[in-house]
């Protein structure tokens, strides 16, 4: 069975940090590029940041870029992604998805499996 399974989701104040992980169920996922969405209530889902398959190059939206980094462990087929000077506006259900290419991407059709989301809640 094919999984990716979000954690680390909570409730913090503005200027905290919070980090997700990402579990996969297949070692295949170590070849794949990685991202990290985010949905907020009554918006479409948005991306956040991409990793490549062996960590060595990623890509942020303007939103986020200087506050979050995504890294990937492939021993633990695990992806992180740490959250610094969250803002209210960063409050979302955020998901990781796989690639099944190796290179980064910034499109959500690009990404074939999805996990099931974790709230992230900043509060003011």
């Known amino acids: 069975q094919v999984q990716l399974v979000e954690s680390g989701g909570g409730l913090v104040q503005a200027g905290g940090s919070l980090r997700l992980s990402c579990a996969a169920s297949?070692?295949?996922?170590?070849?794949?590029?990685m991202g990290w969405f985010r949905q907020a209530p009554g918006k479409e889902r948005e991306f956040v940041a991409t990793?490549?398959?062996?960590?060595?190059?990623?890509g942020y939206a303007d939103s986020v870029k200087g506050r979050f980094t995504i890294s990937r462990d492939n021993a633990k087929i695990t992806v992180y992604l740490q959250m610094s000077s969250l803002k209210p506006e960063d409050t979302a259900v955020y998901y990781c998805a796989a690639s099944i290419r190796a290179t980064i991407s910034t499109i959500l059709n690009e990404y074939a499996y999805w996990g099931q989301g974790t709230q992230v809640t900043v509060s003011s």
């Open positions: 990793i490549n398959w062996s960590g060595g190059n990623t």
């Open positions: 297949e070692r295949t996922f170590r070849s794949y590029a």
